[in-house]
């Protein structure tokens, strides 16, 4: 990790991601990509603050006025989102200095990720930034989302309407985090804010870091790193984070030639993988290994209580699929809770065969899948584990009796928030399982596409109660 | 492992899962659960053999004419099913038996499982049909699929139509196998055979492994093992198995407080895991770690040609993703292809920016989103890269541009077979994602989640290429 010399805080993080305006520079020909589509996707997600696209080959695109140059913009914007080619770049960054904008994301590629020319470029746009005191995001990006304000600058077409706000921020050195890639209405992935930091040339995790501990929307963050450009200061700030807030970051760049790769793509040099996973442990960050955790592991930690220890209780729609979940648990540092005899007992009076954990509902399934029959029992069942006080948290395969009323059986039980939760609904349906999996999202239940998953979401949980337990 | 007596090999196995006519024996009352429900999915799916459902309190239902006894059924069965209660099952095995049937499923729970009674009944039924040659699968077992002969024993209903015929035979201790509870026909999953043993009273891994190996249907074989009767045989098995077809087992019960878990819900005893997984190396069995990789990992087996080395050639629709790939082809074993100057120069003619691997398609992607657009240059880079010597197997994201025209513009690649492929499929929408996958799998190029899941079962490909190289 490289000592760097770094921008002085400021609100323009704020700025960036809480702009009250902003500034569209591209192409505003109606296509899949550019400005046109930044702009319009601005106003389908309700962003309520002041739009100016900036094109001198316009006069108004999607009834907004189009200014020619950035510096014609009747106020300084808080925020100048550009696709315009590499070269037209550094001319933009100065109108913007002018117009006194406060941060500017640069979508447009063809800089340190490309080749010299690209790297002179930005470093070109670098300066003439950090002069003016506008910071700047990218280039090599496609910028941030806040959906509680309806701030999405990605400038390719997304194919839903709604953003989830939620309590995880995400942030990556990739557009795979971007709504145009990610299927967040239909997962009902509740999202505080999205960041992806392109070729990191002046904005980096430290920034982010820095805001989103503070910021009250965001309960996690979740980082892929492929290379951290401070390291000393990175960890300082992760030690400080950590006690209040998870930190879950993808590291990848494990091998050589993972490295090579990254180097091409954003232009940047990674560091030692052991250097980094050291460092890791010591400020209580935890790594995740495939962007799938990194996506899907934040979600127990934004929605439940910790777990006060590590006891999990299982229910399973299958004794097969328990063994598998309990291999899973003991791996991860889980231990299986020995239910109450009070617990043992009220799952008996519904079967004698279910008064064990894991709770497999399997010998009795038939009557579960009924709508309105038996599967209102069900709830009952899980509320007795979850009060059980050998119960830390429990991992919950859903039988599909209680599609339909999913908010009405669980809300108010998740309400009280009483043990951490992971549920997993499954089936020969996908549609089915994702509508029941979205149901259970929108109550504040975290889902997981299978038991494995579930449960080492639970044992991350456990990890960061352990974490944090021993900053204080 | 212990050593058992095993009984006398026979075409029985071959008439469970290819029976002439079957007789099912249980309630017969429409519920979503037992005869009826058997009955029903066996006309739905389109069996084209002799059903004789049994139940003396019927005289028809389902325009099939019922039967009082399995011994009043006027030919000789190939096949018996019934969910009757435990303790009605001796009389129904006997009543099998006089039939002179050959197989009989024993659905019904409640058996070893359960109890010391339900182990002395299931030892009971076990010397019932071992006495009047009747082979048994179960008890507590889904049964049977041959989507072939629209052959399907679930006792619970199936929510679709169609079940797709394929080159993989699912084998396992649990019902979640079962296409009651697989996404079959969504994810277009072929299969050639599936098995769920239950408690394994009687046929076991060892008779299906013995019959897989000769099943002209039947590419590759994976099996969920919670326990293994009789290790030297299955060794012994498993060796003459894996230089014609690979074998894939998942072997819960790593811990004790699984194999604990085990010992309740199929009533066997697990042997030492360390003993396992010397054995399974030693036979050149593949063994995996979690039923997500179970189910997924066979279908680059039974769809693509083995790979003949071990270099690979990645495309990806970011840069971010291209570095957690080639990370995890690293882990596993997989080397980056160093693309040909040929391939290189087709693919710097498409644009220069695409000209290595990982193959990013990133920059242009918008390009590539486009229907009938770009896309259609599509396929040519894929084939360039297919046809490169030093490419030996390809993991390839695919764009949504292609979307709609996946059978045209891939269909007469896939036809050639020239190396092995996997592929993922990702964006916004779970719903085209999982279309484009179905057409995908449609014309035999099998898909995974994501880009790790589509390297690593490249990687399985390639030490199967290897492990049956060993042995040749």
Redesign the interface.
């Known amino acids: 990790m490289m000592k760097a010399v770094r921008n002085a805080p400021s609100e323009a993080i704020d700025r960036l991601l809480n702009p009250k305006s902003i500034a569209v520079v591209g192409s505003l020909r109606e ?4 400005g046109y589509v930044t702009a319009s996707n601005l106003l389908r997600f309700g962003y309520a603050g002041r739009i100016y696209p900036v094109n001198p080959q316009y006069d108004a695109v999607l009834n907004l006025k189009v200014y020619p140059s950035v510096k014609d913009i009747p106020e300084p914007v808080d925020l100048v989102v550009t696709m315009a080619g590499a070269t037209a770049v550094p001319k933009i960054i100065a109108d913007s200095v002018q117009n006194r904008a406060r941060a500017a994301i640069i979508v447009s ?2 800089f340190s ?2 080749n010299d020319d690209g790297k002179r470029l930005q470093e070109e746009i670098r300066r003439i930034a950090s002069g003016g005191g506008l910071r700047l995001l990218g280039p090599n990006t496609i910028g941030v989302a806040n959906p509680s304000i309806g701030l999405i600058t990605t ?2 077409r ?3 309407e709604k953003m989830i706000t939620g309590g995880i921020a995400l942030c ?5 985090i971007g ?6 209405e ?2 009902h992935y509740g999202l505080s804010k999205m960041c992806d930091f392109g070729n990191k040339c002046d904005i980096d995790e430290i920034d982010l870091l820095d805001y989103l501990a503070e910021d009250p929307d965001t309960k996690v963050i979740a980082m ?1 790193l ?1 290379m951290i450009r401070d390291g000393q200061t990175f960890l300082k700030t992760a030690r400080d984070v950590v006690p209040r807030k998870p930190v879950i970051v993808l590291k ?4 050589r ?2 490295q090579r ?2 180097a ?3 232009g940047s040099l990674a560091g030692e993988d052991l250097v980094y996973e050291g460092a890791f442990k010591q400020a209580g960050v935890i790594r995740v290994d ?3 955790d990194l996506i899907d592991i934040p979600k127990v930690l934004a929605t439940q209580p910790l777990p006060r220890g590590n006891r999990v209780a299982i229910v399973t ?8 979940a ?6 991860h540092g889980l ?2 809770a020995r239910l109450s005899s009070a617990t043992l007992d009220k799952l008996a009076a519904v079967s004698p ?1 279910l008064a ?1 954990n ?1 709770v ?1 509902l ?2 009795g ?2 009557a579960y ?2 709508p309105g029959g038996i599967a209102s029992r069900f709830p009952a069942m899980i509320e007795a584990i979850l009060e059980d006080e050998n119960v830390d948290c429990l991992g919950m395969a859903c039988p599909w009796g209680v599609r339909g009323k999913i908010a009405e059986l669980f809300g108010p039980m998740v309400q009280r928030k009483k043990k951490t939760m992971a549920v997993w609904v ?9 509508e029941m999996n979205r149901d259970f999202e929108a109550i504040g239940l975290p889902t997981y ?2 038991g ?1 998953a579930a449960i080492r979401a639970l044992a991350v949980a456990v990890r960061y109660a352990r974490i944090k337990a021993g900053f204080s």
Do not use: W
Request: hydrophobic letters at 35%; aromatic letters at 4%; charged letters at 20%.
């Open positions: 296509a899949r990509f550019g590629d063809g990720e490309r400038p390719y997304v194919t839903y990556a050195q990739t557009g795979l709504p145009q890639n990610m299927p967040l239909e997962t892929h492929e990848p760049g494990r091998t030639e993972s790769a990254m091409s793509h954003t495939n962007f799938r729609i299958s004794g097969g699929a328990g063994v598998m309990i291999d899973v648990a003991s791996a231990t299986l065969v064990s894991p497999d399997g010998p399934l038939p899948q009924v499954a089936g020969p349906s996908l549609a089915i399982a994702e596409s299978d494995d």
